[in-house]
């Protein structure tokens, strides 16, 4: 069932069940990783963007948007907004990145001329390290 079929706006999902809708252990590391790097909490909200809708999980620390997650089955999806002034870090990255999520950057969209967009999906521990090196970009961890 469609995700936000299974927990429309009026049924906050518990974060327990977003773990077992996803599947995955990935879901895990990603709360570990913002926990141990940057001691960053989630915020679970409810979006009716038409392209995703339903409940998501932001991360944010210091004012820095680390990313929105949409649970999918099997994965998830981040949504990541790489700022103007971070270009040059972020081209430092780029040969690090799998050519896929390499290729999202490369032709992400210009969001309210304050950055890049994009959103990839993650499912394999390959592209949940490329989103943390993308987010190291963002904001160096606090370890």
């Not at 038409?50 to 649970?71: D, H, I, R």
Request: with cysteine.
């Amino acid at each position: 069932m469609e995700w936000h079929i299974l927990f429309p706006q009026t049924h906050q999902p518990r974060y327990e069940e977003i773990e077992d809708y996803i599947g995955n252990p990935l879901w895990k590391s990603l709360f570990d990783f913002m926990e141990n790097s940057y001691k960053a909490k989630p915020k679970m909200t409810y979006s009716v963007c038409t392209e995703k809708p339903g409940w998501n999980v932001k991360f944010q620390k210091s004012g820095q948007a680390l990313g929105t997650f949409y649970p999918e089955v099997g994965g998830f999806s981040v949504f990541m907004v790489i700022a103007y002034r971070l270009g040059a870090e972020a081209e430092a990255v780029l040969p690090k990145l799998s050519p896929e999520i390499r290729a999202y950057y490369e032709n992400a969209g210009d969001f309210m001329k304050v950055g890049k967009y994009f959103m990839f999906r993650i499912e394999k521990e390959s592209e949940l390290e490329d989103y943390k090196k993308l987010c190291v970009v963002k904001l160096k961890p606090k370890y």
